[in-house]
Nanobody, 117 residues
Framework: VQLVESGGGLVQPGGSLRLSCATSGFSFGMYLMSWYRQGAGEEREFVSSMAPIGGHTTYADSVKGRFAMDRDNDKNTVFLQMDSLKSEDTAVYYC???????????WGQGTQVTVSS
């Protein structure tokens, strides 16, 4: 099983980034896909999730209206479009695949996002 995040980097406040999470080794279409983040010295927190069927999406209040999540079931990849970035969005962003039906979860290694002028 692999989840590989990419697309992080340094961006100025107000800028945009698009994160990707390419996956393999599990039945992608059956898993809830989520993004989490962890700032320095902070606990990991939920950012967004997207259901495997129907695409229902949930966002943390702190990113609602600025972030948009999408998934491509043909390419086994999820995306996180991040607009109007703020300094408080600085964190390592992690991709997670989970299935309560199967009882498994997988995490990627994370990608650093730094919002600074």
């Amino acid at each position: 099983v692999q989840l590989v995040e990419s697309g992080g980097g340094l961006v100025q406040p107000g800028g945009s980034l698009r994160l990707s999470c390419a996956t393999s080794g599990f039945s992608f279409g059956m898993y809830l896909m989520s993004w989490y983040r962890q700032g320095a010295g902070e606990e990991r927190e939920f950012v967004s999730s997207m259901a495997p069927i129907g695409g229902h999406t949930t966002y943390a209040d702190s990113v609602k209206g600025r972030f948009a999540m999408d998934r491509d079931n043909d390419k086994n990849t999820v995306f996180l479009q991040m607009d109007s970035l703020k300094s408080e969005d600085t964190a390592v962003y992690y991709c997670r695949a989970s299935s309560t039906l199967i009882g498994l979860e997988y995490w990627g290694q994370g990608t650093q996002v730094t919002v600074s002028s």
